[in-house]
């Protein structure tokens, strides 16, 4: 009978959270995370590779759901499906033998052309024509399909590109808050490359000195060129990477405590790397006279900001 284990190291990176399986406080057989249930710095939170438990270093830590949950601010019923999703019979080899990684020639991308009802008020709602993401962005539409064993239904499926315009994966947005998971991906297995290692919008920003940088790829949308998006607000090491290329980086994370916090770590390494980097956000409030996040503002409203920080019409 196989041993019941958890693939954390595919779980973390599908979710965006850096993760360690080397290197310091990394113990055999752990993979590593910066631990969200204290004040850590570095990564001493290990989820045990075929055990399955989590801990931390320096605060004992707690239940593996409630890490993932904390780690990648998700509900805890969506990280508990996570890892439902991830866990997985092995036999004769252990978990990390069994890990898959990108390297696909070609991705397949689901959904159609035709724009139904529900996602052209979806689009509109939030102020995009479906007309204008066909032709710029390539997006396809979802109704009642299944990718494999994952249900794509009612989504808007959103091709993903890395630096040199390739197709490497694609996201599907959920058209209704009840949907859980909000954002799905492709096994990564099936993808030429990790989305989480590469920049929503970076081909259209590469020729520039300096870049904005945003959470998803709706605000990267509403920005247009010259901002980039990083799937959420934890960052692996290769997008760390790939921003030290310029020379002028500004954060503009959704106006959260958590993102900001975030969004000050980064600043912080990149700004070890050499790069001039600030932490900015709108001066565009909403009724309660909350900051409002990037996907939220009017055209007109981003075309001021992009102004305002890059010197760009």
Avoid at 84 to 91: D, E, K, W
Avoid at 259 to 273: I, M, S, V
Wanted: glycine share 10%; hydrophobic share 35%.
């Amino acid at each position: 009978m196989g041993l019941q284990v958890v693939d954390w190291k595919r779980l973390l990176d599908d979710l965006g959270v850096p993760n360690w399986d080397a290197g310091k406080n990394v113990a055999p057989g752990n993979i590593n995370i910066r631990c969200p249930f204290c004040d850590d710095h570095s990564n001493h939170g290990g989820f045990s590779i075929e055990g399955g438990g989590y801990q931390c270093w320096r605060c004992r830590g707690g239940a593996p759901a409630v890490a993932i949950a904390r780690a990648a601010n998700i509900p805890l019923e969506s990280a508990r499906n996570y890892i439902a999703r991830y866990s997985h019979g092995v036999t004769g080899k252990s978990a990390q033998e069994s890990r898959k990684v990108a390297g696909a020639s070609e991705i397949k991308i689901p959904g159609g052309s035709r724009c139904y009802p529900c996602h052209r008020r979806y689009l509109e709602g939030r102020g995009f024509s479906p007309e204008e993401l066909e032709l710029h962005h390539g997006i396809r539409y979802t109704l009642v399909e299944r990718w494999g064993k994952l249900d794509v239904g009612y989504r808007i499926i959103i091709p993903i590109y890395d630096e040199d315009g390739r197709v490497i994966a694609w996201q599907g947005r959920a058209l209704s808050k009840l949907q859980e998971p909000r954002y799905i991906f492709p096994k990564v297995e099936e993808c030429p490359k990790h989305y989480k290692h590469t920049l929503y919008g970076m081909e259209q920003a590469m020729a520039r000195d300096s870049v904005v940088v945003c959470e998803g790829i709706f605000d990267q949308w509403r920005l247009g060129p010259g901002s980039v998006a990083t799937f959420g607000t934890s960052l692996t090491r290769e997008q760390v990477a790939l921003l030290s290329r310029w020379k002028n980086i500004y954060f503009l994370f959704d106006p959260e405590d958590t993102a900001q916090e975030h969004g000050r770590d980064y600043a912080r390494d990149l700004a070890a790397a050499g790069c001039r980097v600030e932490l900015c956000r709108t001066d565009y409030v909403d009724a309660e006279g909350n900051p409002r996040d990037p996907g939220d503002l009017t055209p007109e409203e981003a075309a001021e900001v992009m102004v305002e920080l890059l010197g760009q019409k």
